[in-house]
């Protein structure tokens, strides 16, 4: 395996770890979407053909866990400052916990044919301590990816800050969950015994996590009618 295809991997490793149904998202068509559209606090996941083949291993992984149209990668936060710029806070291997441009953003998903993913933005129906949250994940900046998928290790992946940083009133605003790793026969696929035998660490099967997936279909979001195609 390349090293390009391994960060990519690691990058994207929490995409089978639950199940999901079926999504029309990819299909919609893309508009521009200006910064003032979007609102601090919103979420932006981002969902790639089920199909998507990256040397095999994208394809295994759909046909591992069956997500059908669109498979949901990732999870972002995002900021709009005062001069209604929109800024990306998110957990990823390649930055660890990040705060960056959005044009950025949308560069570092741009798949190979140079297109765009599906990016779907999601907001809470209720909006109360949006300014909080955010601030919340601010203070996780400069914290290394967590390619371990366990919590309280100083170390986030893309949900893990979100779960982290949505607290109100003492309370997480997102379910976390048994998470899964094993295909449809119950067995561990191989690309998870590699990666975890890799990084020296056991498979979290069933410890409690969150992943983009199920983060999206949480009762506490409503979908925002903006297609992002470009802000660059």
Request: glycine share 8%; proline share 5%; net charge negative.
């Amino acid at each position: 395996m390349r090293k390009s295809s391994l960060f990519i991997l690691l990058f994207l490793l929490f995409w089978g770890c639950s199940r999901s149904e079926k999504s029309d998202d990819a299909k919609q068509p893309a508009a521009v979407a200006k910064a003032e559209t979007l609102a601090t606090g919103d979420l932006l996941f981002v969902g790639i053909p089920g199909d998507y083949n990256l040397e095999g291993i994208s394809s295994a992984i759909a046909d591992a866990t069956g997500y059908g149209d669109t498979n949901f990668i990732h999870t972002a936060i995002i900021e709009v400052d005062g001069d209604g710029q929109a800024w990306i806070i998110d957990a990823t291997l390649k930055r660890g916990v990040a705060r960056y441009p959005i044009d950025t953003f949308l560069t570092d998903f741009t798949l190979n044919d140079g297109s765009l993913p599906a990016l779907v933005v999601m907001r809470l129906a209720d909006t109360t301590g949006c300014s909080r949250f955010v601030a919340n994940a601010k203070g996780f900046l400069g914290e290394p990816y967590d390619a371990y998928f366990t919590p309280d290790n100083d170390k986030h992946y893309c949900t893990e800050l979100v779960y982290d940083a949505y607290i109100r009133d003492g309370k997480h605003l997102f379910t976390a969950r048994p998470m899964n790793f094993k295909n449809a026969d119950g067995e561990f696929p191989l690309y998870w015994t590699q990666l975890f035998h890799a990084i020296g660490a056991k498979i979290p099967q069933d410890e409690l996590g969150t992943n983009p997936q199920e983060m999206r279909m949480e009762p506490v979001l409503k979908r925002v009618n903006i297609d992002i195609a470009t802000v660059r």
